[in-house]
């Protein structure tokens, strides 16, 4: 059957080839940190990694290590089941607690990846007669999950207040029944922040709900390290907050969806995602628990990456580098061309800095960039060994 389609499937692979869009995988032999050492697909050796999540640096931290061995002895490797069924055991019900307290939030629901916690609450909570309104800009989950519900769908400018009122407008005067609102707490392609406070006050204006994805914010961003909704002071008027335990919080995998108690309970009851998928694995669940106890005294940790943000930003800046303007550890370098960001990729790590050159459908056409992402794992020495690789990588492809 394969055969009829075969020859299609590589000219379409050719031709990502061709526009410099193809996205080849690294091989790394070693555990997530500062420094990894690449075994395929690049220069073999050891290089600085500036394109992880690992923005605390909890990867590879011994305590959470240590937590993790000694939960695999205690709740063992898997729960092959699903909640309702078998699948809960008490350290997942601990985690929901501890997330619940930690986010300011009435009940959490886990799921094994925020993917899923995005495509599980739309349909859940939003009929055809209800409206959700959505950034321009937001995840791929978000954009997937709106269109597994039938609600009518809006969609406004990047932060673009104006724009969002006109669509509450256009979903209030359309007679939706409940309107939700629905953000990425930081943009993970621009490292720009939405501006909660604004979104909550037109929410609280036309009656609707938000719900913020914080997935590159939980643990670092915020005084306490509690996102965006912290930052903006703004954390007891958001109802739905999803994210992840795969980036910050340790940097596994698994997600959840914290909110208001009634939500999660109606969740817990029509979310096709929790209900038909297996629950998060206790050693990840009992190793985030960890990762919490240690987010209470991580204040050195989120100074440590404020400083290297800072640094890199300024250095790259005064090199003449096009980055995008902002303070959050996302730092995208703007290049414009998909070739020649994926070639300045190439030639960084043979200069032993580790980055991606992101191009479309990722971002849009012209808008290709190297994303690079800032850890507080990272030394001074570190941050400027990667602009001088800049510096000299864009003096050789410039020739």
């Known amino acids: 059957m394969f055969d009829s389609v075969r020859d299609d499937v590589r000219a379409t692979l050719e031709e990502i080839r061709a526009a410099g869009l193809h996205k080849p995988e690294r091989v790394i032999g070693t555990p997530q940190s500062a420094t990894v050492e690449v075994t395929a697909g690049g220069r073999p050796g050891e290089?600085?990694?500036?394109?992880?999540?690992?923005?605390?640096?909890?990867?590879?931290?011994?305590?959470?290590?240590?937590a993790a061995h000694?939960?695999?002895?205690?709740?063992?490797?898997?729960?092959?089941?699903?909640?309702?069924?078998?699948?809960?055991?008490?350290?997942?019900?601990?985690?929901?607690?501890?997330?619940?307290?930690?986010?300011?939030?009435?009940?959490?629901?886990?799921?094994?990846?925020?993917?899923?916690?995005?495509?599980?609450?739309?349909?859940?909570?939003?009929?055809?007669?209800?409206?959700?309104?959505?950034?321009?800009?937001?995840?791929?989950?978000?954009?997937?999950?709106?269109?597994?519900?039938?609600?009518?769908?809006?969609?406004?400018?990047?932060?673009?207040?104006?724009?969002?009122?006109?669509?509450?407008?256009?979903?209030?005067e359309g007679g939706a029944r409940r309107k939700l609102i629905v953000t990425d707490g930081v943009f993970s392609m621009d490292g720009y922040v939405a501006p909660l406070a604004d979104i909550c006050d037109l929410a609280e204006r036309y009656d609707a709900m938000v719900m913020v994805d914080d997935s590159h914010a939980v643990g670092f961003v915020g005084a306490g390290g509690r996102g965006t909704p912290e930052l903006h002071g703004v954390m007891d008027r958001v109802d739905i907050i999803t994210g992840t335990l795969g980036k910050a919080?340790?940097?596994?995998?698994?997600?959840?969806?914290?909110?208001?108690?009634?939500?999660?309970?109606?969740?817990?009851?029509?979310?096709?995602?929790?209900?038909?998928?297996?629950?998060?694995?206790?050693?990840?669940?009992?190793?985030?628990?960890?990762?919490?106890?240690?987010?209470?005294?991580?204040?050195?940790?989120?100074?440590?990456?404020?400083?290297?943000?800072?640094?890199?930003?300024?250095?790259?800046?005064?090199?003449?580098?096009?980055?995008?303007?902002?303070?959050?550890?996302?730092?995208?370098?703007?290049?414009?061309?998909?070739?020649?960001?994926?070639?300045?990729a190439e030639l960084l790590l043979e200069r032993g800095v580790y980055v991606i050159g992101f191009s479309y459908p990722v971002v849009p056409q012209g808008q290709a960039r190297i994303r690079v992402q800032l850890s507080a794992a990272h030394s001074t020495e570190d941050v400027n060994r990667a602009v001088d690789a800049f510096v000299a990588a864009r003096a050789e492809l410039r020739g």
């Not at 290089?47 to 240590?66: I, K, Q, R, S, W």
């Not at 501890?98 to 094994?112: K, P, V, W």
Request: charged share 25%; proline share 2%; hydrophobic share 45%.
């Open 47 to 66: 290089v600085l990694n500036f394109c992880a999540n690992n923005y605390l640096g909890l990867a590879d931290h011994p305590e959470v290590v240590t």
């Open 70 to 172: 000694a939960a695999l002895d205690r709740w063992g490797y898997g729960m092959a089941s699903v909640r309702f069924i078998c699948g809960t055991q008490e350290v997942h019900k601990e985690l929901e607690a501890r997330l619940s307290a930690f986010l300011g939030q009435e009940d959490t629901i886990l799921y094994s990846s925020c993917f899923d916690a995005n495509g599980g609450v739309f349909e859940t909570l939003l009929g055809a007669e209800d409206a959700v309104i959505s950034d321009a800009l937001n995840h791929a989950s978000i954009i997937d999950g709106i269109r597994l519900s039938k609600a009518r769908r809006f969609r406004y400018a990047n932060r673009d207040m104006a724009d969002l009122e006109q669509q509450l407008k256009e979903a209030t």
């Open 249 to 344: 919080l340790g940097g596994a995998s698994g997600g959840y969806v914290a909110a208001r108690a009634e939500i999660v309970a109606l969740l817990r009851q029509r979310s096709r995602p929790y209900l038909f998928s297996n629950t998060l694995a206790p050693v990840i669940a009992a190793a985030s628990l960890k990762v919490l106890d240690l987010l209470e005294s991580a204040g050195d940790l989120r100074d440590k990456l404020n400083a290297n943000t800072a640094l890199f930003r300024s250095r790259m800046t005064d090199e003449g580098f096009d980055i995008l303007p902002g303070d959050h550890a996302i730092a995208p370098v703007m290049i414009g061309d998909a070739a020649e960001a994926g070639k300045m």
